[in-house]
Structure formats: structure tokens, C-alpha cells
T-cell receptor, first 110, second 115 residues
């Protein structure tokens, strides 16, 4: 069964704009991870946030975690056409077994 | 390191045939996962190995699916007999530390089409 679900399913923006994707999950977690998938390729790890952390940054990426609401958000600032991809959150349901949502498809128009 | 290597990259077969997908994890990684990706169901966990031992196979759809990991550098996922509804992209992923399962490394996947 899928633990996390991303929202929106699809997002279309212009280059330079910020992109925000959300992830909601059902049970307690040890950590939450965000991955990126380019068309026809495997997923690539972007960032991990632990259950006792509230915010984390990596380059143009900013991740927040609200364990009381069981939700996380991924913000990509100053988006580029190369950011076009699908983005997935992975949660472990407290078992350290990563399960994924259906992803958010992001299109950044040049 | 070459990363996680999956073969074949594409497989087209007819219903009823046996299909074997192969995976070589990153050297030194002690956990391996098989996932299946479809438009309808997203990315589903099929089975998870730790130190070559199957830990959780609750995601394996039915008895037609089986997975093995005879050693730390090789795993197979077999479907016998295959059915059209098995058409999907199958991913293998490995992790260095199976205790926390942080940061999965994915292969490029096998695109399976069952006609």
C-alpha cells in the first residue's frame, strides 16, 4: 500500500518561478525523502528530512516537514527548464521501508 | 562505481512466457529493493532483501512472481507465467545501510511489455 501521496498530480510553470509540491502521509515516520525521476530513467535521491527536523535546504531545494499534520512540502526556487521531471516523496511508515506516492509531474516552460 | 545495473533494458514477450529480470546492486550495499511502476498504481514495492535475505515480500502480487538474491551482487525477479497486466517498468534499488534505508540508488529499470 502507498504511504505518501503527492499533490498536485501535475504542475506547469514558467522558468524562474517557484514550484511547490506537497506530500501527505498516513502513519508516523522515521524520515521522509524526496526523489526526482526524469522521463525513462530511475529515481534519483534529492533530500532527506528526519522526523525531528522541520526544515532542510539543499541548493535551490527547500523541504519542510510537519509531523502533526503528517505532511511535507518541496519547494524548488527559481525553476529551470532542466527541473522538468516527476517528483516523489518516500515515507517509511516507521519501518524503515521506503514506499512512494504517485508523484507530481512538473513541467517548466523556458 | 557504475551504479545499480539492471538488464534487460527492454523486454517484450508473449503471454504465458517466463520472464527473468536481473539486477546488480552497488558494491557494498547490503539492502536491495524491487519496485514496479505503472501509471495506474504508481511505484509499488514488491520485495526487499537485507544481507541477501528476503525481509518483506508482502508486495509480490501473486505466486507467479518470485525473487532471489543468491549473493550480495546479484538478484533476479522472475514472472512465470507472464500476463499482459504485468506490463510495467520494474526498478531495482540498493541502499548502503539497511538499518535506516536512507537514500535509495535506483537502476534505470526494465520496461516489460507482455503481449
Amino acid at each position: 500500500s502507498q504511504q505518501g501521496e503527492e499533490d498536485p498530480q501535475a504542475l506547469s510553470i514558467q522558468e524562474g518561478e517557484n514550484a511547490t509540491m506537497n506530500c501527505s502521509y498516513k502513519t508516523s515516520i522515521n524520515n521522509l525523502q524526496w526523489y526526482r525521476q526524469n522521463s525513462g530513467r530511475g529515481l534519483v535521491h534529492l533530500i532527506l528530512i528526519r522526523s525531528n527536523e522541520r526544515e532542510k535546504h539543499s541548493g535551490r531545494l527547500r523541504v519542510t516537514l510537519d509531523t502533526s499534520k503528517k505532511s511535507s512540502s518541496l519547494l524548488i526556487t527559481a525553476s529551470r527548464a532542466a527541473d522538468t521531471a516527476s517528483y516523489f516523496c518516500a515515507t517509511d511508515g516507521g519501518s524503515y521501508i521506503p514506499t512512494f506516492g504517485r508523484g507530481t509531474s512538473l513541467i517548466v516552460h523556458p | 562505481d557504475a551504479g545499480v545495473i539492471q538488464s534487460p533494458r527492454h523486454e517484450v514477450t508473449e503471454m504465458g512466457q517466463e520472464v527473468t529480470l536481473r539486477c546488480k546492486p552497488i558494491s557494498g550495499h547490503n539492502s536491495l529493493f524491487w519496485y514496479r511502476q505503472t501509471m495506474m498504481r504508481g511505484l509499488e514495492l514488491l520485495i526487499y532483501f537485507n544481507n541477501n535475505v528476503p525481509i518483506d515480500d508482502s508486495g509480490m502480487p501473486e505466486d507467479r512472481f518470485s525473487a532471489k538474491m543468491p549473493n550480495a551482487s546479484f538478484s533476479t525477479l522472475k514472472i512465470q507465467p507472464s500476463e499482459p497486466r504485468d506490463s510495467a517498468v520494474y526498478f531495482c534499488a540498493s541502499i548502503e545501510d539497511g538499518a535506516t534505508n536512507e537514500k535509495l540508488f535506483f537502476g534505470s529499470g526494465t520496461q516489460l511489455s507482455v503481449l
